[in-house]
């Protein structure tokens, strides 16, 4: 089983800095089989990033992904009142077939 | 535009059934995975299962025994049921359509959840 890991477990930033965020897997992923996901209180998760580094309909150019094999990376370039959240990074293909990593509060300083 | 929409009971009894519905709207069944997820209180994220059109399912092996998900075609709807419920379970869980492309599934429409609680 893949276990996923995300660092920092919190980042606290202010408006207009960049965020970047970790995700990492205890094996190798292949690069279309890691996501990521916004989630912000009392709502479901959003989809930003599928196959490491594509951004989902809809979802702003400051938010961009990246990484392979085992280290895959999240980066805000200029944070947005709007994206203080939880951010959560996903993979496909291992039993089990879908897990996410334990998420990355990014909260405002 | 696609949109879900779920429901089912809030408040179990331990060793009760649960039981929620999914509905699509805006869109077909066809061609996508339809999943249930979970996030307990205060919680990450954690995958049941995945089902399409024909009932073709693959369910988290951590829940298999437990869990079942079903789909009416006719209706544009899946269905989850988790047998045998403990205050373990108690968690919001989440409807999400699985897109597969580039080899790989992502969920890339969600509902809106619906916490489930179980307490004696």
């Known amino acids: 089983e893949i276990v996923l890991t995300q660092s920092p477990g919190t980042l606290s930033l202010s408006p207009g800095e960049r965020a970047t965020l970790s995700c990492r897997a205890s094996e190798s992923v292949y690069s279309s089989y890691l996501a990521w996901y916004q989630q912000k209180p009392g709502q479901a998760p959003r989809l930003l990033i599928y196959?490491?580094?594509t951004r989902a309909t809809g979802i702003p150019d400051r938010f961009s992904g990246s990484g392979s094999g085992t280290d895959f990376t999240l980066t805000i370039s200029r944070l947005e009142p709007e994206d203080f959240a939880v951010y959560y990074c996903q993979q496909y293909g291992n039993s089990p077939l879908f897990s996410f990593g334990p998420g990355t509060k990014v909260d405002m300083k | 535009q696609v949109q879900l929409q779920q429901w089912g009971a809030g408040l179990l009894k331990p060793s009760e059934t649960l039981s929620l519905t999914c509905a699509v709207y805006g869109g077909s069944l066809s061609g996508h995975y339809w999943s249930w997820i979970r996030q307990p209180p205060g919680k990450g994220l954690e995958w049941l299962g995945e089902?399409?059109?024909?009932?073709?399912?693959n369910y988290n092996p951590s829940l298999q025994s437990r869990v079942t998900m079903s789909v009416d075609t006719s209706k544009k709807e899946v269905s989850l049921k988790v047998t045998s419920v403990t205050a373990a379970d108690t968690a919001t869980y989440y409807c999400?359509?699985?897109?597969?492309?580039?080899?790989?599934?992502?969920?890339?429409?969600w509902g809106q959840g619906t916490l489930v609680t179980v307490s004696s």
């Open positions: 999400a359509r699985i897109t597969y492309e580039l080899a790989a599934g992502h969920f890339d429409i």
């Open positions: 196959g490491a580094s």
């Open positions: 089902i399409n059109e024909s009932g073709s399912a």
